[in-house]
């Protein structure tokens, strides 16, 4: 078995090609995929060489982890079926590439017990299920706590900032105030507003949600913070992270770190866009096929008006 793939062949060098793929075990699944998203997080640093090191990276490799598609072969033992739609949160489908994330490719061979069911109603929209599960996961602590812990401010108005913004909500709490420095990304918010950071002068939020990644920004922060505050680092930081001890030491300031979804995140996040309680409305901005992955990754990383390149690999 062959397909097309994405492959990030060094820092900065793209290319499309056919590699081999894995044969299927016994409890693998193979997914004719539909489309696949580019991350502005993890999949910015891969494609920028500024990746911390993990285990398994190395290039050439295949990045992503938002995909979806149909089942096309499944062992009769599986609860998956053919024809169902599924979410794939990445593979180790491709031979011949490394595959840390392995999603941007035209079929994946996966193990049954990692895909997530899908309606098919919701299209290319099911490939924001990662991002969803991981605001999820911010806000829940993986379940640690009641479902919402609710920011009353989130910092940044991307694709994770507007979810955690909905989140809340959908939710029925006070709804949050959201920084975006951008102008064209100050637009969109959805029951709560988004300002310029100057256009605030608030020094007693309870909880700061940080998603931009910007590892300059935690002592301002921690400024705006209300005693016995936290915030909560929930974007990707690729700089050490440093802060003034005497500002939180009088606020007696909580910074915690929120990881990445685990699969309880995600079926709870399935269910409330199943149910209509979570939109995702508004969030997929652009598409672009797979002969065009090099104009699609400089749009996704590089203009602000996109806030989710999706692949389409239906043709």
Same mark, same amino acid.
Not at 5 to 26: N, T, Y
Not at 308 to 314: E, G, I, P, T
């Given at each position: 078995m062959r397909a097309? =793939?994405?492959?990030?062949?060094?820092?900065?060098?793209?290319?499309?090609?056919?590699?081999?793929?894995?044969?299927?075990?016994?409890?693998?699944l193979v997914v004719t995929v539909a489309y696949s998203g580019i991350s502005t997080g993890t999949e910015r640093l891969l494609?920028?060489?500024?990746?911390? $090191?993990?285990?398994?990276l190395a290039y050439p490799l295949v990045p992503g982890y938002e995909t979806v598609g149909v089942v096309s072969h499944a062992p009769a033992a599986s609860p998956v079926k053919e024809g169902?739609?599924?979410?794939?949160? #990445?593979?180790?489908?491709?031979?011949?590439?490394?595959?840390?994330?392995?999603?941007? %490719?035209?079929?994946?061979?996966?193990?049954?017990?990692?895909?997530?069911?899908?309606?098919?109603?919701l299209g290319a929209h099911a490939i924001l299920l990662?991002?969803?599960?991981? =605001?999820? /996961?911010?806000?829940? *602590? #993986? %379940?640690?706590?009641?479902?919402? *812990? =609710?920011?009353?401010?989130?910092? #940044? /108005? %991307?694709?994770?900032?507007?979810?955690?913004?909905?989140?809340?909500?959908?939710?029925?709490?006070? $709804?949050?105030?959201?920084?975006?420095?951008?102008?064209?990304?100050?637009? %969109?918010?959805e029951g709560y507003r988004v300002i310029h950071p100057n256009e605030d002068s608030r020094?007693?939020?309870? $909880? *700061?949600?940080?998603?931009?990644?910007?590892?300059s920004l935690l002592n301002g922060l921690i400024s705006r913070l209300a005693h016995g505050g936290e915030v909560v680092? =929930?974007?990707?930081?690729?700089?050490?992270?440093?802060?003034?001890?005497?500002?939180?030491?009088?606020?007696?300031?909580?910074?915690r770190v929120a990881t990445e979804w685990k699969k309880p995140d995600l079926l709870a996040i399935t269910e409330l866009i199943h149910s209509g309680r979570l939109s995702l409305d508004g969030l997929l901005t652009h598409t672009q096929t797979p002969d065009k992955a090099l104009e699609a990754y400089e749009v996704a990383f590089g203009d602000p008006h996109c806030l989710?390149?999706?692949?389409?690999?239906?043709n």
């Open positions: 097309q =793939a994405i492959v990030f062949d060094a820092p900065r060098q793209l290319s499309v090609k056919q590699l081999d793929l894995r044969e299927p075990g016994a409890q693998d494609w920028s060489g500024t990746m911390p $090191a993990f285990p398994g169902e739609w599924v979410f794939v949160p #990445g593979s180790y489908t491709f031979t011949g590439a490394h595959n840390l994330f392995g999603g941007a %490719g035209a079929t994946m061979v996966v193990p049954h017990s990692r895909v997530i069911p899908v309606d098919e109603s990662a991002l969803a599960a991981t =605001a999820y /996961h911010a806000v829940s *602590i #993986g %379940g640690k706590r009641d479902p919402i *812990i =609710a920011p009353d401010l989130i910092v #940044g /108005h %991307g694709v994770m900032g507007r979810l955690l913004a909905r989140l809340v909500v959908a939710a029925g709490l006070p $709804a949050p105030t959201v920084w975006e420095t951008q102008p064209v990304r100050q637009l %969109g918010g020094k007693d939020y309870q $909880a *700061i949600y940080d998603v931009s990644g910007d590892a680092l =929930a974007g990707f930081y690729t700089q050490d992270l440093s802060f003034s001890y005497p500002p939180a030491f009088m606020r007696e300031a909580q910074i989710k390149m999706v692949m389409d690999w239906r």
